[in-house]
């Protein structure tokens, strides 16, 4: 049985080897026939196959490279200056007619900036923006406004303290505050004068505003959470005391602080231009402190309405009771700004 499988593997080895040596017969004469046939054409194919592919490679690198840099391409837009905002919160805080809180002027000062710039960026969308000739116009008209608000001392004092404490100049002060509100007021109504950017006339001030956010890397959620650091406002005393004002109105209604003094619960947004008072106040700001009731004109006021003489019996008791609610209004607030 071993003899047999061993003469049929040595007959299966000479039949394989009969089999390779005509291949290679059949092979080596093909070659002497025709030699260039089997070697050179394949190699141009391949030749032209390499060149092909490098093409194709380089086509779709270059279009990649330009897609990607039309992508990546930074938009060309305004970016405010924190100047601006620094600046804003300040004046708000100190020569707003509602005395907002330090908190509330963080996030009012903010988004005012943010609404002015975006409607900048929208305007140069639609190429219509400020030229050099233009600004430098109401440059001229803004500085000579505050030449002479500089020559009345409360002015020029409160503009000095400003200065050093937000550590800017008066140039600072023109043009990343003054100059920026003038060119908002005055873009604003060219927005709607000669219908910018929409047939009808009509800005989608939100639009520009989330638009502009994304540019800036500001997201709701930041804003958000400056506003929720706003004090919300105390719950009052129930029943009321009785006070020596008129304290029907909500925006009076009161409470105690831990002393047990009266204060207001209004601690972030009290506003005293009401009906019951608004014509006295005026009066006194256009006869005597020459400026609206802020927490820069505080003190004068004060003193104002502890002074008051009239003829007329109702001013004299109005003055009283707004002296009144000055005391009480003063324990409510901060009157001291901290810049950040």
């Known amino acids: 049985m071993k003899d047999k499988l061993n003469n049929s593997l040595g007959s299966w080895e000479k039949e394989a080897a009969q089999v390779k040596h005509r291949i290679y017969q059949e092979t080596i004469y093909k070659q002497q026939k025709n030699p260039k046939r089997p070697f050179f054409k394949p190699l141009i194919s391949v030749a032209t196959l390499f060149l092909f592919i490098i093409g194709a490679v380089f086509l779709t690198t270059s279009l990649l490279s330009k897609n990607s840099s039309e992508l ?76 002479y608000d500089m020559k ?56 520009a505003f989330n638009e502009y956010l994304k540019l800036v890397n500001i997201t709701e959620k930041d804003l958000d959470e400056l506003a929720e650091r706003i004090p919300e406002r105390l719950e009052p005393m129930d029943p009321q005391p009785d006070l020596p004002f008129n304290n029907e109105e909500f925006e009076f209604y009161v409470t105690t602080n831990e002393k047990g003094e009266y204060i207001f619960v209004h601690v972030s947004d009290f506003n005293l231009i009401t009906p019951t008072y608004y ?57 001291e700004y901290e810049p950040s």
């Open 72 to 147: 990546t391409k930074p938009v060309d837009f305004r970016m405010y200056d924190q100047r601006t905002v620094e600046i804003t919160k300040y004046e708000m805080f100190y020569r707003e007619q509602t005395f907002f809180s330090r908190e509330a002027v963080e996030f009012h000062a903010l988004y005012e900036t943010l609404e002015k710039f975006a409607l900048f960026h929208y305007l140069e969308q639609h190429d219509y923006q400020w030229d050099e000739e233009r600004r430098n116009t109401f440059r001229e008209r803004v500085k000579m406004a505050l030449d």
């Open 152 to 207: 009345i001392p409360e002015l020029k004092s409160y503009y000095e303290k400003m200065f050093a404490e937000l550590q800017i100049t008066e140039d600072d002060y023109i043009d990343y505050y003054l100059l920026v509100n003038k060119e908002y007021e005055m873009l604003k109504q060219d927005l709607f004068d000669k219908n910018i950017g929409t047939e009808e006339g009509s800005y989608s001030s939100g639009e």
């Open 279 to 335: 014509s006295l106040i005026f009066e006194i700001e256009r006869d005597i402190v020459k400026e609206p009731l802020t927490r820069h004109s505080f003190k004068r006021y004060q003193e104002v309405f502890r002074t008051y003489q009239s003829d007329d019996a109702e001013k004299v008791k109005l003055a009283k009771e707004l002296e009144a609610i000055l005391e009480i209004l003063e324990r409510s607030i901060e009157m």
